[in-house]
């Protein structure tokens, strides 16, 4: 079993985006001491609150400031963009970072409909997704599907790509890809036993994946305490209440709480569903029965508290799982 993280660079209140952008690299650096496997960031766009929108500048920033950690985008959403950009700008930074980039692909558009159109997306730029993924899988692997166009970097680089989802659709075309699979469990919670038991039942394997690999989502929110814990927990409700139910508003904690037990807020809390909460052990024994539930290969965890102080407190309280030793 690893644990993994995936950041957004969170804005919080009063800050930048420069704050967040210079603040996920302490992030990585606790993540890399104490053992996480990797760290992601995810493409959002016309999202005040996240500033991990431009994902390979990011990754370039963090892989500068680390030594080993693997690093990535959980994920690309490769409708937005044309599949040779994307292989050149991963290509370099597995030149620049050898055996430390991974891809991971969704075909969202990562954000609303109005912003959609300004990336210049349609309805339909998802239904090529798949070939998109082909295309890609081809510039990285030096076997270029369009004739005459190499990608310089990223020709024969094989970055590692990883299939993103929420849904039926990514476990069925990461299984019949033969690519490892991320379930957006800390969000969507709800497909999780249906997508995972999907893609092992049709996985096809392949030459680089001969058997299926599974990553899954949590949310984490740890501290010393179960009360600081619970405080934690209830004050990143809140902040998905305001940014889901009443954005650009303010609004009191008493009445976010009341939205909070409302159908809408129970949505809300419905998204949260899966989710680390608690004490260091409270928080390993979640996980331990996480991953023995699913089956995962691989939980990647989203620290959800609203302070960066605490996210990384979070990140350093976590209980590594213990690594298997071969006999002697």
Do not use: C
């Amino acid at each position: 079993m690893k644990y993994s993280l995936l950041d957004v660079a969170a804005v919080g209140q009063g800050e930048t985006p420069a704050d967040a952008l210079h603040g996920a690299v302490p992030l990585a650096q606790a993540a890399e001491r104490h053992g996480y496997h990797r760290v992601w960031y995810a493409e959002h766009h016309n999202m005040p609150q996240i500033a991990s929108a431009a994902t390979s500048v990011l990754i370039a920033h963090v892989a500068a400031h680390t030594s080993h950690i693997r690093l990535g985008a959980g994920g690309v959403m490769l409708p937005n963009h044309a599949p040779l950009l994307i292989a050149e700008q991963f290509g370099t930074l597995a030149e620049l970072h050898p055996g430390r980039i991974d891809l991971g692909l969704g075909r969202a558009p990562g954000s609303d409909r109005t912003t959609m159109r300004a990336l210049r997306r349609t309805d339909e730029s998802a239904d090529a997704f798949p070939q998109d993924v082909l295309e890609l899988q081809g510039y990285l692997a030096g076997e270029t599907r369009v004739p005459g166009v190499r990608a310089t970097p990223g020709d024969g680089t094989n970055v590692p790509l990883y299939i993103l989802g929420s849904s039926l659709f990514g476990a069925q075309l990461a299984a019949a890809l033969g690519l490892p699979y991320a379930f957006a469990s800390h969000f969507a919670p709800a497909a999780l036993e249906a997508a995972a038991a999907t893609y092992r039942s049709e996985y096809r394997p392949s030459a680089q994946h001969p058997e299926p690999y599974l990553i899954v989502a949590a949310n984490l929110v740890a501290a010393e305490s179960a009360q600081e814990a619970e405080a934690q927990y209830q004050a990143a409700l809140r902040w998905r209440a305001r940014r889901f139910l009443v954005p650009g508003r303010e609004v009191t904690a008493a009445q976010l709480d009341e939205l909070l037990a409302s159908p809408s807020g129970q949505r809300i809390r419905g998204m949260m569903r899966r989710t680390a909460a608690g004490t260091p052990d409270q928080v390993g024994d979640y996980l331990t029965a996480l991953a023995e539930e699913t089956r995962a290969d691989e939980l990647i965890l989203a620290p959800a508290a609203t302070s960066r102080a605490q996210r990384l407190r979070a990140v350093e309280l976590v209980p590594m799982p213990a690594l298997e030793m071969n006999p002697a």
